[in-house]
């Protein structure tokens, strides 16, 4: 399963990055207007500096035209651009052009089976159910992805399901077990992965035994096994 980081913040970015684990980035026009200082062109040259994987580029035209203009122009940027087409007619649409000119998209904004259907025909790269966005209004969003995925497989579209809005590891979690191609996490959740209270315990306990092992063998006491060894 891929894993792509769910912001605009090129520190997150390149954190995610130095731990080996970063597959790709998605952006949005809420995540872009967190940063500063740079326009969204330059953020996302220098996100493609940073990873080889894909990097949505979410278009914010309304119209068939505009969406084209402003996603020809993203993929101009680098190779590894994936133009974000929300869904909709005009949003299907773009993506049957851009998919006939080799552009690759990520349909974004899905929240049924069939939006997805629909979109992996019109020729998406990638298919985005938000789940988070779901579970807000009472309903299950991880049954999105479940629906989504055994449709891909059992007509062998080629396109990829990538979980969205996930809001804590529990989700990424059942998005893998549901057998999604990628998942896109906010950095806080790509942290809380990291870490489990019985992990940090271990780790003070370890360094505890250590310092007293060293401490021991300083004064004489110790055997040369104990503070020889990191454990
Ligand atoms: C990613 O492509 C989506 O834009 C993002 O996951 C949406 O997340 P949110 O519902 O937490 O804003």
Sequence with gaps: MKLFIDT?????????????VLDGVTTNPSLFAKTSGHTYDEVLQEICTITKGPVSAE?????????L????????????IYVKVPMSETGLEAIARFRSEG????????????????AAKAGASLLSPFVGRL????????TVIRELVSIVEIHELETEVLAASIRHPLHVTQ?????AHVATLPF??????VHHPLTDKGLVQFRSDWDKARTALEAGAGT???????G
Excluded: Y
């Design 59 to 67: 278009v914010i035209a309304e119209d068939v035209d505009g969406m």
């Design 224 to 230: 040369p096994a104990a503070a020889g060894t990191a």
């Design 8 to 20: 605009a913040d090129i520190e997150e970015i390149r954190t995610v990055a130095r731990w080996g």
């Design 135 to 142: 579970d807000d209004i009472n309903q299950d969003g991880m």
């Design 103 to 118: 552009i690759r998209t990520n349909c974004t904004l899905i929240f049924s089976a069939n939006q997805g259907l629909l």
């Design 188 to 193: 806080k959740v790509f942290q809380q992965m």
């Design 69 to 80: 203009r402003e996603g020809r122009h993203f993929a101009k940027l680098a190779d590894n």
């Design 175 to 179: 998005a893998a077990l549901a057998g």
